[in-house]
């Protein structure tokens, strides 16, 4: 197998942004003008409510995720199938947020297979790229303990201010990595361009929704209702020093590589950034490559291919080891680690 080159996978959304994905892959506009603010890469995960937003198309005609059906061990890895089969267990996402988003929050695990049939939560990760505000800013967590029912009336009167108030605001810059467990009440503020690793689902409880283009009150809950959805949010006080521990990378793993999550990730996805000074060695593994700066050329057993800003790169695990190599910065996106818990 071969490396294979991603094209732009974007579809509508109910929120502005995008324009600094346009910028990052040299024009490829998103099919909803100034609602698509992601491109989702290499996904085999739908959009929730669709049978096919966001899946990936290959240039065969097939989707993505028809494709490593017809060969998991091929696509994934021995190991990778036999423990989750032939799902990835990861998406990947391009993320700019034209618009701060609004205060929401995503399942865990349990929760999804008690509430939603499915064995898969939303924890995530951004890795920041950049963006084209003048101060960008993230929202995690509740400063202080919530109790349950001054929550239940903060969503069902939309006091924004109020809700907004009650989490930490935190600076990033281009580099920062947050770790977002599910549960945690965040919004992505405007301006920010990142690339966001997380479990396969689409899966949204709507804190906020006043002023954007959804009906939070019809769609924001999951068909379950407010009462049950609102069971999934982390409602436990988030210190500083709390949230330091999610914003901490473990440090160079190989020459060119640094592990950009702390080791609560690996369960549910891992990342390194490559920044290759001859070369940098990859094992063989099935991941996708993000290109945020420069140029230069993964070489693989399967084959080479060229690697520019903005590409994205679909590297099957039977593509064999091999290694990037130019003056350039690339976030390595890479499934959970079965030895770590994250099998299913």
């Given at each position: 197998?071969?490396?294979?080159?991603?094209?732009?996978?974007?579809?509508?959304?109910?929120?502005?942004g995008?324009?600094?994905?346009?910028?990052?892959?040299?024009?490829?506009h998103?099919?909803?003008g100034?609602?698509?603010?992601e491109?989702?890469?290499?996904?085999?995960?739908?959009?929730f409510?669709?049978?096919g937003?966001?899946?990936?198309?290959l240039?065969d005609?097939?989707?993505?995720?028809?494709?490593?059906?017809s060969?998991p061990?091929?696509?994934?890895?021995?190991?990778?199938?036999?423990a989750?089969?032939?799902?990835p267990?990861?998406l990947v996402?391009?993320?700019?947020?034209?618009e701060?988003?609004?205060v929401?929050?995503?399942p865990?695990?349990?929760?999804?297979?008690?509430?939603?049939?499915?064995?898969w939560?939303k924890?995530?990760?951004?890795?920041i790229?950049?963006?084209?505000g003048?101060d960008?800013?993230?929202?995690?967590?509740?400063?202080?303990?919530?109790?349950?029912g001054?929550?239940?009336?903060?969503?069902d009167?939309?006091?924004?201010?109020?809700?907004?108030?009650?989490?930490?605001?935190?600076p990033?810059?281009?580099?920062?990595?947050?770790?977002?467990?599910?549960?945690?009440p965040?919004?992505?503020?405007q301006?920010?361009?990142?690339?966001?690793?997380?479990?396969?689902?689409d899966?949204?409880?709507?804190?906020?929704?006043?002023?954007?283009?959804?009906?939070g009150?019809?769609?924001?809950?999951?068909?379950?209702?407010?009462d049950?959805?609102?069971?999934?949010?982390?409602?436990?006080?988030?210190?500083p020093?709390?949230?330091?521990?999610?914003r901490?990378?473990?440090?160079?793993?190989?020459?060119?590589?640094?592990?950009?999550?702390?080791?609560?990730?690996?369960?549910?996805?891992r990342?390194?950034?490559?920044?290759?000074?001859?070369?940098?060695?990859?094992?063989?593994?099935?991941?996708i490559?993000?290109?945020?700066?420069g140029?230069?050329?993964?070489?693989?057993?399967?084959?080479?291919?060229?690697?520019?800003?903005g590409?994205?790169?679909?590297?099957?695990?039977?593509?064999?080891p091999?290694?990037?190599?130019?003056?350039?910065e690339?976030v390595?996106?890479?499934?959970p680690?079965?030895?770590?818990g994250?099998?299913?």
């Amino acid at each position: 197998m071969k490396p294979i080159a991603l094209a732009a996978n974007r579809f509508p959304r109910f929120y502005r942004g995008g324009s600094a994905i346009d910028e990052l892959r040299g024009g490829a506009h998103g099919a909803g003008g100034a609602f698509s603010p992601e491109d989702w890469v290499g996904s085999t995960t739908a959009a929730f409510g669709s049978a096919g937003d966001g899946l990936t198309r290959l240039e065969d005609g097939r989707t993505l995720r028809e494709a490593i059906r017809s060969d998991p061990e091929g696509f994934l890895g021995p190991r990778h199938a036999e423990a989750y089969g032939d799902d990835p267990a990861l998406l990947v996402k391009l993320l700019h947020a034209g618009e701060r988003l609004p205060v929401h929050c995503h399942p865990d695990r349990d929760f999804a297979r008690r509430h939603l049939g499915c064995p898969w939560g939303k924890t995530e990760a951004w890795v920041i790229v950049g963006g084209d505000g003048p101060d960008p800013v993230v929202h995690l967590g509740f400063r202080e303990d919530m109790d349950p029912g001054r929550l239940a009336g903060l969503v069902d009167a939309q006091r924004v201010e109020a809700l907004l108030a009650a989490l930490n605001a935190v600076p990033v810059a281009a580099g920062d990595t947050v770790l977002v467990p599910a549960g945690m009440p965040h919004a992505i503020g405007q301006g920010v361009l990142l690339v966001e690793l997380q479990e396969p689902t689409d899966f949204s409880v709507l804190l906020e929704w006043e002023g954007f283009a959804i009906d939070g009150r019809a769609e924001g809950h999951l068909g379950l209702g407010f009462d049950l959805a609102l069971g999934c949010v982390d409602r436990a006080g988030w210190s500083p020093a709390r949230l330091d521990r999610l914003r901490g990378g473990r440090g160079p793993v190989r020459p060119g590589a640094e592990r950009l999550f702390p080791a609560e990730a690996d369960p549910f996805f891992r990342a390194e950034r490559l920044r290759p000074d001859q070369a940098v060695s990859l094992e063989a593994a099935f991941s996708i490559l993000v290109v945020t700066e420069g140029s230069g050329r993964l070489e693989t057993d399967g084959g080479s291919l060229g690697l520019g800003r903005g590409e994205t790169v679909l590297v099957p695990f039977a593509a064999g080891p091999g290694a990037v190599r130019g003056r350039l910065e690339a976030v390595r996106c890479l499934p959970p680690d079965p030895d770590a818990g994250g099998a299913r």
